[in-house]
């Protein structure tokens, strides 16, 4: 039998003077679904998730600025969906936690006024 191979697993050579396939943006995928993840959980590791996707949002962005011919205009957009998804999840979680904060604070505050000395259990 002959050695066939299939011509989809092959790579392709671009033809003289044709532009060259462009790459999808590295974790730009990933900061997407860290930034819709942390508006989602911005209650338990939203603000976690929301920093880590804006680290990787620089730095994808800073690589598409380098050279933005290279990388796929949809897969930058992406990129820019997820950072301002994290932008909203770190806000959320926030919010979320200046309220946990002000519960705890006037709870406390709260328990503070009772005259523990008078009761009795």
């Known amino acids: ?4 191979t299939d011509s989809s697993t092959q790579p392709v050579s671009p033809l003289p ?3 060259s396939p462009k790459e999808i943006l590295p974790n730009s995928t990933a ?4 930034g819709i993840l942390s508006i989602i959980v911005c209650c338990f590791f939203g603000l976690i998730m929301a920093i880590i996707a804006l680290v990787m949002a620089g730095k994808g962005k800073a690589l ?3 050279n933005p011919g290279k990388f796929t205009e ?5 990129m820019k969906a997820g950072k301002i998804c994290a932008i909203v999840g770190l806000i959320l979680s ?3 936690s200046l309220y946990y904060f002000i519960l705890i604070a006037i709870v406390g505050a709260a328990f503070s006024l ?3 000395e008078m009761c009795t259990f």
């Open 1 to 4: 039998m002959e050695n066939q």
């Open 17 to 19: 003077g044709a532009e």
């Open 31 to 34: 900061v997407l679904i860290l």
């Open 64 to 66: 598409y600025e380098a």
């Open 74 to 78: 949809s897969s930058y957009n992406n």
């Open 94 to 96: 926030l919010l979320v």
């Open 114 to 116: 009772i005259p523990w």
